[in-house]
């Protein structure tokens, strides 16, 4: 069994966190698990702290549903962003090549996935199949212009 290793650095303005778990599929599976599930729990919580402050109280229940609420978010966000980087590393080692087709089939593989997982109905599957890759393929494209 492969052997895990844990290393990070801080440096303005990035955070790095580095996981070798041994393989490089699982490498990029966790770090975007870890990433965008952090990513979704802060989103979550700015949001819970605003619905405080306005309400203008702050009790056990409210905490206590906040903080679930921020699990539940991170956890569900952080096992997509773990897909999507999993099958676009699959798509790139399968394909022997690293372009945006890779992203394409990363995300709609991930928009199948993820559909089929909530739901039974073939069109909603598809639909998030062809959304996946669009917004996966949009997203590779930015990166060219920046």
Request: charged residues 20%; glycine residues 10%; contains cysteine.
């Amino acid at each position: 069994m492969p052997r895990s290793r844990f290393s990070g650095s801080l440096a303005t303005p990035k955070v790095d966190v580095v996981i070798d778990m041994g393989n490089p599929l699982l490498n990029q599976t966790v770090d975007a698990f870890l990433k965008i599930g952090t990513v979704a729990v802060a989103k979550t919580a700015a949001e819970e702290t605003y619905e405080i402050v306005k309400r203008g109280s702050v009790s056990s229940h409210h905490f206590e549903k906040s903080l679930k609420k921020m699990c539940k978010e991170g956890a569900y966000w952080g096992t997509v962003a773990g897909v999507y980087a999993g099958m676009e590393y699959g798509a790139e080692r399968i394909r022997g090549t690293r372009d945006w087709k890779n992203a394409m089939i990363g995300g709609a593989l991930t928009g199948a996935v993820v559909s089929a997982a909530c739901s039974n109905n073939r069109d909603k599957i598809v639909m998030d199949a062809i959304a996946g890759a669009a917004v996966a393929t949009a997203a590779e494209f930015m990166n060219y212009l920046i």
